[in-house]
């Protein structure tokens, strides 16, 4: 097996493990998906009727919105288990335009174009290659969403510092911007920044740390994890984590 399947067979690991506990589509016009889609809407998005393509779609919070609003939608994403979440979500919601397409952003190939490439969050796009393709499959515009900083969560801070771990830094937002400015792409840089609120069950919660901790080369101890989110229980007895982010949202036109 080649290192970029390598790779790519890890990252669909990783993400599956991380579907067992992974949030899902959320009804709602104050959300945090609604309130980023109407960021693009406010400046030039139309997504109304057209084609779409979601990279790195994961269980599909923003696919299903989109697909309210386009014609067509095609998901890409590496691991089938989001992918699963997704269809069974579009199922009970009657939704019937979207394509799932399971394969890493390096690999994905079609012979359709779409009026706007849309890729929220994503690890696929984290070289110039990766740039490149969504202008590639963009007829239209592209809507891109990046990290500018680490995203500080109030229940991993203490198992990062227990077993040495420097969290991530994610920058593909100003990665992002630089390679526009380098193309001489003009764009639209809009920054939000905010908290996720997410309550999960116990178990969820340690589910979610032990695979994060993991993916961090740690071999956590369960039982440690366990009693570390008990500090997180609510009075409804349900574990919530809270994770501040920082995230551009970048509009640019195909050129």
Not at 192 to 204: D, M, P
Request: charged share 30%.
């Amino acid at each position: 097996m080649g290192t970029v399947d390598e790779k790519q067979q890890k990252q669909r690991e990783y993400w599956n493990a991380r579907s067992r506990t992974f949030p899902r589509f959320e009804e709602g016009d104050d959300n945090y998906e609604a309130g980023m889609l109407r960021h693009a809407t406010e400046n030039g998005v139309d997504f109304n009727g057209k084609r779409i393509l979601d990279v790195g779609c994961g269980s599909g919070m923003y696919t299903l919105r989109l697909a309210r609003m386009a014609g067509s939608v095609t998901a890409v994403d590496v691991a089938d288990e989001m992918l699963r979440l997704l269809r069974e979500d579009a199922a009970a919601m009657g939704i019937t335009n979207i394509t799932t397409v399971c394969s890493g952003w390096d690999d994905f190939s079609s012979d359709d174009y779409f009026d706007i490439v849309f890729a929220s969050m994503t690890p696929a796009i984290e070289s110039d290659e990766s740039r490149e393709k969504l202008m590639q499959y963009a007829t239209g515009q592209v809507v891109f969403m990046g990290f500018s900083d680490r995203m500080l969560s109030d229940v991993m801070q203490g198992l990062h510092e227990h077993y040495g771990i420097t969290p991530k830094i994610f920058n593909n937002a100003q990665e992002m911007r630089a390679w526009l400015d380098d193309k001489g792409v003009p764009y639209t840089a809009i920054p939000v920044k905010g908290q996720w609120v997410v309550a999960k069950s116990r178990e969820e919660l340690v589910d979610s740390c032990v695979t994060t901790l993991r993916d961090y080369g740690a071999e956590p101890d369960p039982h440690l994890v366990e009693a570390h989110v008990e500090a997180f229980k609510d009075e409804n007895g349900q574990y919530v984590e809270r994770t501040d982010y920082v995230i551009e949202m970048i509009i640019w036109q195909k050129r």
